[in-house]
């Protein structure tokens, strides 16, 4: 896992990251990310980002993500998708890819 984050300012940035490899005959072939919690900004805009991944027992990787813009309007924009890929022969292939239209959400009211 790879974990930074800036010092608390203006601007911010964080993020834990986690990588899949492949390693095909003895050889490393490919690395995606695999999941990662990401987040950041520079006064008054932020933003948040999660990817979630699964693997499957027939080696599909299964990918969910979701990332919030906060440009400091009444509503946060989210943008979400889903991703299906498969390993063969060391290789990452995408077999399937949903991204869904950006939604506007009201904020919570602190």
Known sequence: MLDYQTEDACPFS???TIYATSIYKNKITETIVFAE???GGDAPISF???L???LTSD???ILSLKNELDNDEPKIEITEGN???ELKEGKFTFTKEEKKKPRFVKKKQN
């Open 14 to 16: 964080y993020s834990k």
């Open 37 to 39: 919690q990401t987040g």
């Open 48 to 50: 948040d980002g999660v």
């Open 52 to 54: 979630n991944g699964t």
């Open 59 to 61: 080696f599909k990787f």
């Open 83 to 85: 991703y299906e890929l």
